[in-house]
């Protein structure tokens, strides 16, 4: 078995109090998602939210991001509004029980709601899935960050395990 590869230490600040993590509901790379928080010393300090798409529900409300969306999609979930006051809703609540001061996006490869709620979700290479993943994750990390002052990072996971890191807002 080959070792699994994870950001530097030197990319982002861990944190060092509790956080709310925000991840698909993929249930392939749960272990994996699992093994990541635990080797930056989590267990035990996060809440777990997740939805499918991780942060590409929160993209339909964006004017500038609707047009990628599939219209049947946006129609039947309407605009994914009420996903996006649940994410904050919950993390609210995380903040004022936990003081969490940072958040997690765990966005992954192979993303089945990528698939169905994109008109484009089937993408030609791993850069440009990587590149539609960081759009959807750093959009939401702006919102999170400027809405509570949150620390924000934002990860992309492979089928295999493998995290890569694809921004971090600024700390507060």
């Known amino acids: 078995m080959s070792?699994?590869?994870y950001p530097a230490i030197t990319e982002y600040r861990l944190p060092k109090k509790n956080l709310m993590v925000i991840s698909c509901i993929d249930l392939r790379l749960t272990d994996d998602l699992l093994n990541f928080l635990h080797f930056?010393?989590?267990?035990?300090?996060y809440d777990h939210f997740a939805l499918a798409g991780a942060s590409i529900c929160t993209g339909a409300t964006r004017d500038e991001h609707k047009e990628l969306f599939k219209t049947e999609v946006l129609e039947h979930y309407k605009n994914f509004a009420h996903w996006k006051q649940c994410l904050h809703d919950h993390l609210e609540i995380a903040i004022s029980l936990h003081a969490i001061k940072d958040v997690y996006i765990v966005e992954h490869e192979d993303c089945g709601a990528y698939k169905a709620f994109l008109k484009?979700?089937?993408f030609a290479s791993w850069e440009e899935e990587l590149n539609c993943h960081k759009t959807f994750a750093v959009a939401l990390s702006k919102e999170?960050?400027?809405?509570?002052?949150?620390?924000?990072h934002c990860f992309m996971i492979d089928i295999r395990g493998n995290v890569k890191l694809l921004d971090t807002a600024p700390h507060a």
Request: glycine share 4%.
């Open 120 to 122: 484009d979700g089937v």
């Open 40 to 45: 930056d010393n989590l267990a035990n300090r």
């Open 144 to 152: 999170l960050h400027s809405a509570y002052k949150l620390n924000v």
């Open 3 to 5: 070792a699994l590869h």
